[in-house]
Each structure stands twice: as structure tokens, then as C-alpha cells.
């Protein structure tokens, strides 16, 4: 099993590499289908390195598919992360305004002129307490470690794929 997921992570840096690469030259204009390709592209080349490893090695061919699998579920696992740093989420452009003013916090007024008004923004804001994101007091927003924690990775994840900074 720990063949299957060294040989699979192994694989899966690779796409990764090219897929920031990629992205720094060039910016695709559908990022989704960008990853798709590229990701989707070291697949039959990671099938083919496993086949002959395994004739090599006398490993069963059980390996392959195992290899295939956790090299699937680790693309789809960080396409659907990698939705969250590059769209235009009003909960994660939030908590990133917030991180932008991690001493101060972000005062409620200024949050509710500089974002959607109404009810989408209070519900917005209640998700983002409860999952322990936000802490509100005293009229402004501010992070929690936990909030914290998440702004610096998206932030951190659009700045290693060249993405603008925001939410």
C-alpha cells in the first residue's frame, strides 16, 4: 500500500509541477479544463511508468490500478480545492479581507458597504461563525486561528499559481 501511494504522490507532484508552470507562463482562460488536461495528461504516462515497473519488479498488475485510483482521487481531491482559491467565492473573499487586516479586524459596516448587502452577506457571515472562520465583536470581524490558518493557505495557493490576490 505504501508503494501505491509514494508511486501515486509521485505522479501527481509531477502533474503538479507542470501545472504551475503552465500557469505561470500562461494563464489558461477556462483554469478548470486547464487542470483537467494537464492532470489528465500524466495519467497515461504514470500507467505506463507502473506497467513497466511492475514487469520489473515482478509486482502484481493489481498495482496499476491501485496506482490509477489514488492518482484520481488526489486530482479530483485538489481540482475541487483548487476552486475555492480561484473563484470568486463571497465567503472566502471575505475571510481574505479579513486576513488583510488580521490586527484591526474588519468593521461590520465596512464589511456590509464593501460587500453584497441584505441577507446573503449576514447568512455569509453567520456560515462563516458557526464554522468557527469569524468571530464577531463589538461591531467589526475578525479571524480565528482557524480563519487564519485557511486565509494564509488560499493566500499562499494563488501566490504559487500566480492567481491575483482576493477572493
Known sequence: MLCVAVISLGFWCLAWTVHVIIWRVSLPANQFLGLVRVFGAVLPVAVGITWIFCDRMFLPRLLLVETSACYIFLTLSYISFYSLIEGESPSV??????????????????????????????????????DGLVRRSQGSCSLTFSGRFWAKLFAAGRRLTGLPCGG
Do not use: K, Y
Open 93 to 130: 473573499s471575505l475571510v481574505m479581507e479579513c486576513h488583510a487586516r488580521s490586527c484591526d479586524g474588519l468593521p461590520a459596516a465596512e464589511v456590509f458597504s464593501r460587500f453584497e448587502t441584505g441577507e446573503i452577506l449576514e447568512i455569509r457571515l453567520r456560515e462563516l461563525e458557526r
